[in-house]
């Protein structure tokens, strides 16, 4: 079915695949810009990474992964299976091609052209998850600071390089030191064995289920469609439209062709000129009740995990597994996750968990995002973005939609050419 013509004021419609958090946030905001659209996905809206995440809205914490230290954690994580960074046994040679990738990335100057490269999405990001509430997407998001929690004052010195190092690139970010008893009073769930946290305010947080099906009710009360279990199988330029076909043979035509794909952007961006691998950093989550709510996120970074109050209860997130995104839930990562965090909190219920779920998050190896045109009018990416597609999806969104629809590409989006 066609969904409209090419015009001289740019296109008047647009198809786009997945409907995450990025995919949808870019419908939006072509929305906004007067583009009619269709946003397809082979599952359903927040299928993917955009359902189970940890929900935080955390751009003083959107740092990049390739720095060196994670290269040497790497290595040793090999060696043990409840690590929480976790690389399988497997002869997958595009796998290990990826990860050789990513390991010639683990430099300084390397991260910090992904941190300047993220810095612009960091700091619109707060403003464009406003601008979406203030226009009809009906989720709320709750301002809280996120709390990191240390049973040794020393082990806090690498949390505190991590973010001295983001403000000498530009991030504007406020922590402060906890101890004793401020401590114990602003976060009754620390456990007797944490001695100092550190508190970053100005960051909030939001059900990220919730908020992305709100997304997709905005975008269909605003007369967009979107359709689920529409799998793309094919896409193509034909003339003036980008097509796509779904396994079903059903096919959509626009003006111009949007993949936000998530984890699975390789299986139709490589046919456009796209690249750079995108592989699935795949993290788990669950909920557990607590005998006290929690009065916002709590960060384990010795643990590597995530903890934000969530209706109710307490989702616990961790690791990050590089597995194929499809591939089934892995009990041991879920019990590696508990092990890992229960010495840190008290009032938590570990074995009534609930929601037990795995979701893949697209790692590039350099650390940067992928948005942008491809190497034919008309068609375009966005995804790559790690573990902050869901804080940098609505900015990415508002971005893309303005290099659609202007033909003008800003700024911040040229440290993320897909085709670099």
Same mark, same amino acid.
């Given at each position: 079915?066609?969904?409209?013509?090419?015009?001289?004021?740019?296109?008047?419609?647009?198809?786009?695949?997945?409907?995450?958090?990025?995919?949808?946030?870019?419908?939006?905001?072509?929305?906004?810009?007067?583009?009619?659209?269709?946003?397809?996905?082979?599952?359903?809206?927040?299928?993917?990474?955009?359902?189970?995440?940890?929900?935080?809205?955390?751009?003083?914490?959107?740092?990049?992964?390739?720095?060196?230290?994670?290269?040497?954690?790497?290595?040793?994580?090999?060696?043990?299976?409840?690590?929480?960074?976790?690389?399988?046994?497997?002869?997958?040679?595009?796998?290990?091609?990826?990860?050789?990738?990513?390991?010639?990335?683990?430099?300084?100057?390397?991260?910090?052209?992904?941190?300047?490269?993220?810095?612009?999405?960091?700091?619109?990001?707060?403003?464009?998850?406003?601008?979406?509430?203030?226009?009809?997407?009906?989720?709320?998001?709750?301002?809280?600071?996120?709390?990191?929690?240390?049973?040794?004052?020393?082990?806090?010195?690498?949390?505190?390089?991590?973010?001295?190092?983001?403000?000498?690139?530009?991030?504007?970010?406020?922590?402060?030191?906890?101890?004793?008893?401020?401590?114990?009073?602003?976060?009754?769930?620390?456990?007797?064995?944490?001695?100092?946290?550190?508190?970053?305010?100005?960051?909030?947080?939001?059900?990220?289920?919730?908020?992305?099906?709100?997304?997709?009710?905005?975008?269909?009360?605003?007369?967009?469609?979107?359709?689920?279990?529409?799998?793309? #199988?094919?896409?193509? +330029?034909? !003339? *003036?439209?980008? %097509?796509?076909?779904?396994?079903?043979?059903?096919?959509?035509? $626009?003006? =111009?062709?949007?993949?936000?794909?998530?984890?699975?952007?390789?299986?139709?961006?490589?046919?456009?000129?796209?690249?750079?691998?995108?592989?699935?950093?795949?993290?788990?989550?669950?909920?557990?009740?607590?005998?006290?709510?929690?009065?916002?996120?709590?960060?384990?970074?010795?643990?590597?995990?995530?903890?934000?109050?969530?209706?109710?209860?307490?989702?616990?997130?961790?690791?990050?597994?590089?597995?194929?995104?499809?591939?089934?839930?892995?009990?041991?990562?879920?019990?590696?996750?508990?092990?890992?965090?229960?010495?840190?909190?008290?009032? #938590?219920?570990?074995? +009534?968990? !609930? *929601?037990?779920? %795995?979701?893949?998050?697209?790692?590039?190896?350099?650390?940067? $995002?992928? =948005?942008?045109?491809?190497?034919?009018?008309?068609?375009?990416?966005?995804?790559?973005?790690?573990?902050?597609?869901?804080?940098?999806?609505?900015?990415?969104?508002?971005?893309?939609?303005?290099?659609?629809?202007?033909?003008?590409?800003?700024?911040?989006?040229?440290?993320?050419?897909?085709?670099?």
């Amino acid at each position: 079915m066609g969904t409209g013509t090419r015009g001289s004021g740019g296109p008047r419609s647009a198809v786009i695949v997945g409907a995450g958090m990025v995919g949808l946030s870019t419908a939006w905001f072509l929305q906004e810009r007067g583009v009619e659209v269709t946003v397809v996905d082979r599952a359903g809206v927040a299928a993917g990474a955009s359902h189970g995440n940890a929900g935080w809205l955390s751009p003083g914490l959107a740092i990049p992964l390739n720095e060196p230290s994670v290269l040497r954690y790497g290595l040793r994580s090999l060696a043990d299976p409840k690590a929480p960074l976790h690389v399988p046994v497997t002869v997958d040679p595009d796998l290990w091609r990826f990860l050789l990738r990513f390991a010639a990335h683990c430099t300084w100057g390397s991260w910090r052209r992904a941190a300047h490269a993220g810095l612009p999405l960091n700091q619109a990001a707060l403003d464009a998850f406003d601008e979406l509430a203030a226009n009809g997407v009906r989720a709320e998001t709750h301002r809280a600071p996120v709390t990191a929690l240390f049973r040794d004052r020393s082990d806090a010195t690498h949390l505190l390089q991590e973010l001295r190092r983001m403000r000498e690139v530009g991030q504007d970010i406020d922590y402060t030191g906890l101890e004793g008893p401020d401590l114990r009073e602003r976060l009754p769930q620390a456990s007797g064995q944490i001695t100092a946290a550190v508190r970053l305010d100005g960051q909030r947080y939001v059900d990220p289920g919730a908020f992305t099906r709100s997304l997709a009710d905005s975008v269909r009360d605003r007369g967009g469609v979107v359709l689920d279990g529409f799998e793309v #199988i094919e896409t193509h +330029r034909s !003339t *003036d439209q980008s %097509v796509v076909r779904s396994s079903s043979a059903e096919t959509i035509s $626009a003006d =111009v062709l949007v993949l936000a794909t998530g984890a699975w952007l390789d299986r139709l961006s490589r046919q456009w000129g796209v690249r750079v691998p995108v592989r699935a950093g795949r993290g788990y989550s669950f909920t557990v009740p607590t005998s006290d709510p929690v009065a916002g996120p709590i960060y384990l970074p010795e643990a590597r995990v995530a903890c934000t109050p969530y209706q109710g209860s307490l989702r616990v997130a961790g690791t990050m597994e590089f597995q194929p995104p499809d591939a089934a839930l892995d009990q041991a990562r879920i019990e590696a996750i508990v092990d890992s965090a229960r010495p840190f909190l008290t009032g #938590i219920d570990w074995d +009534r968990r !609930t *929601d037990e779920w %795995v979701g893949p998050r697209p790692v590039t190896p350099d650390g940067r $995002a992928l =948005v942008g045109e491809v190497g034919v009018p008309g068609v375009y990416v966005a995804g790559g973005h790690g573990m902050w597609g869901l804080t940098q999806g609505p900015v990415t969104g508002r971005l893309l939609a303005e290099l659609i629809t202007t033909g003008r590409r800003p700024e911040p989006l040229r440290a993320l050419d897909p085709l670099r």
